[in-house]
C-alpha cells in the first residue's frame, strides 16, 4: 500500500532564516504531488503542485518554492522565512489528476 | 472550480446518522464533487467522491442531486471519532487542484 511521509512534526525557525520541509512517498511510482499551506483557523491553500521530476507548478506568488529531485521526493524551500510563512503545511499525492488525494500528517512551521 | 457552501457546524448524536449538506449550484458537468475531513491537527482524510451517481464505501455514502446543485454526505452510525472539519469541494477531474473552503464543524455527541 502506499504511504506518505512528512518530516519534521512540528519546526520553529527564527524571522530570515532558511526552511526546507521534505516529503516522500512510498507504493507507488510518478505519483502526482502537492504541498498546502493551512492558516490556523483556515481553509488550506495549494501552493505548489508536480507531475514529474523537475516539472513543478506554483499556485501562489511568494517566497516559498519547491523542487522535486526525485519521483517520490518534493521538497519546499525558502531561502528567508516570514512572519507570515507560520502555518501547517501539508504535502499530498494522487495517482493522476484529478484523482483523490491522500495527505500526510503536515508539519506545523512556527516563525519567531 | 465551483464555489461550494456548507453550513459552519451541526452536530449529531453518537450511532444516529449524519446527514452533512453542501451547495455547488454552479458546477459544471465535469466537476466531481469530493468529500474530505480533516480531525484536529492532522492532514485531510479523503472520504468519497462522485460525478453524477451515488456513491457508497466503507466510510460514508454520497447522494447527488439529479440536477447535479447540491450533494449530502451520508455517516450511516456516527461514532465520537468522526467528529471532525468536513470539507466539500467541486473539482474538475484534471488539474490536480482543490479547493477547500471552511468546512462543516461536525460535532459528535455521546
Known amino acids: 500500500s502506499q504511504t506518505i511521509h512528512q518530516w519534521p512534526a512540528t519546526l520553529v525557525q527564527p524571522v530570515g532564516s532558511p526552511l526546507s520541509l521534505e516529503c516522500t512517498v512510498e507504493?507507488?511510482?510518478?505519483?502526482?504531488l502537492y504541498w498546502y499551506r493551512q492558516a490556523a483557523g483556515r481553509g488550506l491553500q495549494l501552493l505548489f503542485y508536480?507531475?514529474?521530476?523537475?516539472?513543478i507548478s506554483s499556485e501562489v506568488p511568494q517566497n516559498l518554492s519547491a523542487s522535486r529531485p526525485q519521483d517520490r521526493q518534493f521538497i519546499l524551500s525558502s531561502k528567508k522565512l516570514l512572519l507570515s510563512d507560520s502555518g501547517f503545511y501539508l504535502c499530498?499525492?494522487?495517482?493522476?489528476?484529478?484523482?483523490?488525494?491522500?495527505f500526510g500528517d503536515g508539519t506545523r512551521l512556527s516563525i519567531l | 472550480d465551483a464555489k461550494t457552501t456548507q453550513p459552519p457546524s451541526m452536530d449529531c448524536a453518537e450511532g444516529r446518522a449524519a446527514n452533512l449538506p453542501c451547495n455547488h449550484s454552479t458546477i459544471s458537468g465535469n466537476e466531481y464533487v469530493y468529500w474530505y475531513r480533516q480531525i484536529h491537527s492532522q492532514g485531510p482524510q479523503y472520504i468519497i467522491h462522485g460525478l453524477k451517481n451515488n456513491e457508497t464505501n466503507e466510510m460514508a455514502s454520497l447522494i447527488i442531486t439529479e440536477d447535479r446543485k447540491s450533494s449530502t454526505l451520508i455517516l450511516p452510525h456516527a461514532t465520537l471519532r468522526d467528529t471532525a472539519v468536513y470539507y466539500c469541494?467541486?473539482?474538475?477531474?484534471?488539474?490536480?487542484?482543490?479547493?477547500f473552503g471552511q468546512g462543516t464543524e461536525l460535532s459528535v455527541k455521546p
Open positions: 499530498a499525492w494522487s495517482s493522476n489528476l484529478g484523482q483523490p488525494q491522500h
Open positions: 507504493g507507488t511510482s510518478n505519483p502526482n
Open positions: 469541494i467541486a473539482s474538475y477531474n484534471q488539474g490536480g487542484k482543490l479547493i
Open positions: 508536480s507531475v514529474g521530476i523537475g516539472q
